[in-house]
């Protein structure tokens, strides 16, 4: 979603963060303690010794060893993961195991919008009884990462992983990002999931295959080449942070359709390291464009726009390209994801054709 901090979004309070020495004397015993608990268990109170672990005694697979490099080093994948466990701040990693084939175990999600995980893109991909959804906006448990027995931490979306990482990785085999937070396109979540699941060669069939998608609607709406546009959400009654950067991954979306970024925003004041500009009630008139696509945190916060006398008789609002978006189409727009991108298209579909259909 649009914030004064741009697509950062604001690190939660952590209750149970402790010094760096308490920290390390966690991470050597209690880790070890729980990896060897969770495994034994349930197999020693039932007089069985404890199953070897997938993998043992494999034969080398085809595509492995892997070794990813990310911006904390590179991660050595011996074997395809059996148990793989995502955590992030928004749905990239998810999309992309999910479209590669692949069931997480579990998702551990910071994203406050969406604590419990239903995104609408994914309604027919994340089964609840295949992958528990854990809501980690207080701060990952690092004991239920253990529980879930990983042998594959995908991390490239986790806001707090430059926090966790030392942790998260005597786990399991993690993946961060690249080399800062929030810069990776969705092409590259795609690429760096499918080499660390095995399927580089799948990875590259999905890129194209949503690719196509949003070259599709561009071809099918011709009437979009120069036609312009304002993405905003209005957090307040008379106060409204639109996108001014060029460089957002939402404005490199929508312009790929043959949309301009309305030049009317020229000059607004922006939020400092941030995408994104305010607004106050007497220059909201800024956002008229031929699409104006605009998402409100309260319900006071949509009439104090659409009464202000400087919008309600713009262009947009009386033609029809005026799009009232909820806040998981914000957020996909600016964490676009392989299988967010089509459901996000589809409903901003009423208003690309109002504006290519504009003079």
């Not at 060669?201 to 036609?227: F, M, Q, S």
Request: proline share 8%; net charge positive.
């Amino acid at each position: 979603m649009l914030q004064p901090a741009g697509r950062r979004p604001l690190r939660p309070r952590q209750a149970d963060r402790t010094s760096r020495r308490r920290r390390d004397r966690w991470i050597r015993t209690t880790v070890a303690a729980l990896l060897i608990g969770v495994v034994g268990i349930g197999t020693a109170a039932c007089g069985r010794p404890p199953e070897p672990p997938a993998n043992a005694g494999a034969q080398p697979q085809a595509g492995f060893p892997v070794n990813v490099k990310h911006k904390f080093g590179t991660t050595a994948i011996p074997q395809a993961p059996q148990r793989v466990v995502v955590i992030g701040t928004s749905t990239d990693d998810l999309d992309a195991v999910l479209a590669l084939g692949v069931t997480p175990v579990a998702f551990f999600t910071t994203d406050q919008s969406t604590p419990d995980g239903r995104y609408p893109w994914l309604a027919d991909r994340l089964d609840p009884a295949r992958t528990q959804v854990i809501n980690a906006a207080n701060g990952v448990d690092m004991e239920q990462v253990v529980r879930s027995r990983p042998d594959l931490i995908l991390a490239t979306g986790y806001f707090g992983l430059d926090q966790d990482y030392a942790t998260l990785s005597k786990i399991a085999p993690t993946i961060g990002y690249e080399h800062e937070w929030g810069k990776q396109t969705w092409q590259q979540h795609v690429q760096v999931v499918g080499s660390a699941l095995g399927k580089p060669a799948e990875a590259e069939r999905l890129v194209a295959e949503t690719e196509k998608t949003i070259t599709d609607v561009r071809n099918g709406l011709p009437g979009l080449a120069g036609k312009t546009f304002s993405v905003s959400m209005g957090n307040a009654p008379g106060q409204v942070f639109t996108l001014v950067s060029r460089e957002d991954f939402a404005v490199r979306q929508i312009e790929r359709l043959g949309l301009t970024l309305s030049p009317a925003l020229a000059g607004t004041e922006q939020v400092s390291g941030s995408p994104t500009g305010v607004l106050g009630a007497e220059q909201l008139d800024k956002l008229d464009a031929d699409l104006l696509v605009i998402a409100f945190a309260t319900p006071q916060a949509q009439h104090a726009f659409e009464t202000n006398p400087l919008v309600r008789n713009t262009p947009a609002m009386t033609s029809g390209s005026y799009v009232v978006a909820d806040r998981q189409l914000i957020s996909q727009l600016r964490y676009p994801s392989a299988l967010g991108i089509p459901w996000a298209l589809d409903k901003l579909r009423p208003g690309l054709e109002k504006a290519a259909a504009k003079p």
